[in-house]
């Protein structure tokens, strides 16, 4: 059979130390710096020896070291049950390179180890590659080394391949370079799209990006103050990847997303059973949210993070209160979650064995959370029953009282409006959405920080949120089946 993502796991670190790397375990999802609140990449915890600092690690002196890294990306939550290629928990393999080996040897062995029969046998002709615009020396390895068709590789500027993206322009500081990343054909059957309009859109369902080779030569300083950005040279040249495994996994055994790996079945599988509703239509949405919820909420957990109205907590909580939301969704009324830990324990303890051992914390922990959301759920219930009562058959609820059930209790809009329905009373839907979006753009203006995804747009997603504001301005209505 196809290999388990384990087994992906597994090859990707023996590969690696076959290539001389040490491996090292994963880092904490809570972040070995302040930049982020979460971890969000691999090479997150080797900053300091991109920067100069003797590679030396628990005594061990490597300058090629090799991870899977657990990562949660706080821009990523909203995209779980919207886009079907991100997890707001994902692990990300990495190879890095403190001064030693440099982009021949980089894009040579990501080649190897996605092509060969070997390892995961992809068929290289399926593979397409992009490379910063002015980055002649990484187009000559892919195209005179490796022999990749030309036609499959482009071109993008900071915004795409600079990594951390928009570095030059606006930060943060600190190691950046150039990158190439490594795109796999999943085919037509994903979409009828082709290279170039990926190019044009940067959009596509059918071109999945798998890995992602940084090459950092640079030490981003404060720009001067009209903007202009700064780029001191590193010490060193240095090599830092990053291979989706669950992205690997679903190329590998050819499964349409995540949700049908060996990772999320089961999980899925047992939200469907807890609450009788089979994995299909509309619905399994909430299946998949819920699937994938559970288990950064355990992780983050396990390792320390506990719920609460700021920072950290304030994101572990906004997880968990949109897992409570599709959960009630499902119809399930009474804390459920917690029965999904075991299943997240089983499929992931063998690598993170932190799982195992807090399995009762976390469990406790969420179990709590849920109790205390459904009783919030209750209280708009309660208050949406007062304002329908008073309403005749045929009427339509405010957008605005709509959204203040949202803002206030975390009521989600699919719930308002199958509620109204039984009154005979419908939901002023574009109005909903105008209060919604006008509280995100207070929410935008009020953030000091920057575009940048994974980490300006970490805290964007926070900023100008009131601390007690249960659930973030994440939208049910806006989960279509886009990607
Ligand atoms: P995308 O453009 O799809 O959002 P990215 O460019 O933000 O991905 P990178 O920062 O380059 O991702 O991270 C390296 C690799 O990690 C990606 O090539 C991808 O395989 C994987 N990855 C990134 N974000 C996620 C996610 N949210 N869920 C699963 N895998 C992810
Ligand atoms: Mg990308
Ligand atoms: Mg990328
Ligand atoms: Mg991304």
Redesign the pocket.
Known sequence: GPLSTADIREKYLQFFQSKGHLHLPSYSTIAPDPTTLFTV?GMQPFKEQFMGAPAVFDGAASKRVTTAQK?V?VG?IE?VGRTR????L?E?MGNFSFGDYFKKDAIHWAWEFLTSPEWMGMDGSKLYVTIYEDDDEAFMHWTQEIGIDPSHVHRFGADENF?P?DAPKEGPNGPCGP?S?IFYDRGPKYGDDSWADYAETRESARFL????LVFPQFDRQEPLPDGTPVLKNLPFKNIDT???L???ASVVQDVPDFYSNDVFLPIIQKVAELSSQPYEGEVSVSHRVVAEHIRSVSMVVADGSVPSNTGRGYVVRKILRRACRHAYLLGLREPSLYKLVPLVVAGMSSAYPELRDNQAKVEATIRAEEESFLRTLEGGIQRLGKLLTGMERGATLSGNDAFILYDTYGFPVDLTKEIAEEYGISVDEAGYAESLENAQNLARAGSKYGKS??FGGNMEALDGLSPTVFVGYDDLQAEGEVV
């Open positions: 990449a990562c990306r990523d995209n290629r991100h997890l707001s994902f990300m990594w993206a990158c990343e990006e798998i890995w992602n990053g291979m989706g669950e992205r690997v995804e994974l």
